[in-house]
């Protein structure tokens, strides 16, 4: 199964734009990529997810690179309730990675206020 | 819609007791899945059921872990003669469809505490 690689912590100030880079190198052409985040104490939320165009949502934006090996997700305005650990996940059109989300340790996300 | 519940939020159980927890996935969802999330570790898949159906147990435990998703009621995810080592949070997820094209839906976990 195709890995991805996130930077372990990021920090941004409240209000600003925030960039959450993953990198998906072996990402072969029909695995989707998905974002999830999970908040202190609480159960993992979904947030966005895209094959191949860039896409958006009330939560976020996904851009995907041309060759697709990294994407990013936008925050537009982080706040401190998107102060949460996040990840980027690969799921595949077949076999127990299309439906078994595998977690990596994400990239935890600070909001300074 | 009501999202995916979980109870009981917080279980104690004494080693050697049964542990029973349930999801009820969101309204409409036939396909779900349970995770476990261990002290200080990320999230692991345990098993995946659809009504009446286990469609892939790879994850679980092969003693004293077992899941059912009957036609009626929740998903119930059992832990017969607990040990300590399964205390951790177990969280339930619920789909619309199978496939990478659809999200699941968390619930806020079941945090279960071994004495």
């Known amino acids: 199964d195709a890995k991805t690689t996130q930077p372990n912590s990021m920090e941004s100030n409240e209000e600003e734009p925030v960039h959450l880079p993953c990198n998906h190198s072996?990402?072969?052409?029909?695995?989707?990529i998905h974002w999830y985040r999970q908040l202190p104490s609480q159960g993992p939320e979904y947030v966005i997810h895209?094959?191949?165009s860039n896409v958006n949502n009330r939560m976020a934006s996904l851009a995907i690179a041309e060759d697709r090996k990294s994407s990013t997700l936008i925050l537009h305005r982080a706040t401190l309730r998107d102060a949460a650990v996040y990840y980027c996940?690969?799921?595949?059109?077949?076999?127990?990675?299309?439906?078994?989300?595998?977690f990596g340790k994400g990239t935890k996300l600070s909001v300074i206020p | 819609n009501a999202g995916v519940m979980q109870n009981p939020r917080h279980l104690v159980r004494r080693r050697g007791q049964e542990a029973r927890l349930r999801c009820s996935p969101m309204?409409?969802?036939?396909?779900v899945y349970w995770y476990r999330q261990l002290p200080e570790e990320g999230l692991k898949f345990m098993v995946y059921?659809?009504?009446?159906?286990?469609?892939?147990e790879s994850g679980m435990p092969k003693e004293r872990f077992s899941a059912e998703f009957p036609k009626e009621g929740p998903s119930i995810l059992r832990i017969q003669q607990v040990v300590r080592g399964d205390s951790a949070a177990y969280f339930c997820?619920?789909?619309?469809?199978?496939?990478?094209?659809?999200?699941?839906?968390f619930g806020p976990g079941t945090r279960l505490t071994v004495t």
């Open positions: 072996t990402i072969s052409g029909t695995d989707y």
């Open positions: 309204k409409g969802h036939s396909h």
């Open positions: 997820a619920s789909s619309l469809q199978e496939g990478p094209q659809w999200e699941q839906y």
């Open positions: 059921l659809q009504k009446e159906n286990i469609i892939d």
């Open positions: 996940i690969l799921r595949p059109d077949s076999g127990a990675g299309s439906y078994q989300l595998t």
């Open positions: 895209g094959l191949t």
